[in-house]
């Protein structure tokens, strides 16, 4: 069994389902306990050249991050987080081992379920990228995003209290809310919860499409290469 490394710690909460859900689908798979190495980073960091679009510091940051996974044995990797993807294919370019992207196996799930348009909700830094948008299109899905209103409302959501795990009711509401009318509005057929920390809020049932749970698809991903 091949020994995974991940760029954890964006944020810390997501990190721990990653970590339990690569031991579970391992021992589920295989009946042994994996190999695992997590290198759990600073958020307050990894935030700080994102906002400040500072992106050959974010691919330093993230490039040293993996040198340290390949350094301690594993044989390959991943970020768990969505946002840093904006830099992951500089990032792939440097690193000494091989990567697994939250985006392109988000996108090849997609593109396996047949779904046609997906909504896509995340931290404004992923939404206002185009991350997801150009990704989806290249596997000729239809992506579409709040407007910038209701974008800065999800962030606003999602830092900082979903990101410390703190799951608040009236935010939960808020995030319903702006979730069912862009669905309603878009006609999308699938909703991207394309921040790792956002399925801690919204589950399925709550919306009446099917979720695509983006750090759920990764670690699967993850476990299959594993």
């Known amino acids: 069994m091949r020994k995974a490394g991940i760029v954890g710690g964006i944020g810390p909460a997501s ?3 990653y970590y339990k859900g690569v031991i579970e689908g391992c021992r589920a798979r295989k009946g042994a306990y994996p190999e695992l190495v997590v290198n759990s980073v600073s958020m307050s960091e990894m935030l700080s050249h994102v906002q400040g679009g500072d992106w050959d510091a974010l691919v330093g ?4 991050a993996i040198d340290c996974l ?10 768990a987080s969505n946002t840093p993807h904006i830099v992951f294919d500089r990032v792939r370019e440097l690193s000494p081992i091989p990567l697994i992207s939250i985006v392109e196996e988000t996108c090849r799930h997609a593109r396996s ?3 046609g348009k997906v909504a896509v909700v995340g ?5 206002g990228s185009g991350l997801y948008t150009e990704a989806l299109a290249g596997c000729g899905i239809e992506a ?3 407007p910038e209103a209701e974008q800065e409302a999800i962030h606003g959501i999602i830092f900082p209290n979903l990101e410390n795990g703190v799951v608040l009711q009236e935010d939960k509401r808020r995030m319903l809310g702006i979730i069912d ?8 057929d ?7 920390e956002l399925p801690l809020m919204v589950k399925e049932g709550d919306v009446g499409v099917p979720l695509l749970d983006t750090a759920q698809i990764h670690i699967r991903s993850i476990v299959d290469y594993m």
Do not use: Q
Not at 70 to 79: C, M, Q, S, T
């Open 15 to 17: 990190t721990l389902d």
């Open 61 to 64: 940051m993230l490039s040293r």
């Open 70 to 79: 390949a350094g301690a044995g594993a044989d390959f990797g991943a970020i």
């Open 113 to 115: 379920e047949g779904y």
């Open 123 to 127: 931290t404004r830094f992923t939404m």
């Open 144 to 146: 579409v995003v709040p």
């Open 181 to 188: 009318r862009l669905l309603s509005e878009s006609g999308a």
């Open 190 to 196: 699938a909703l991207a919860l394309a921040c790792t």
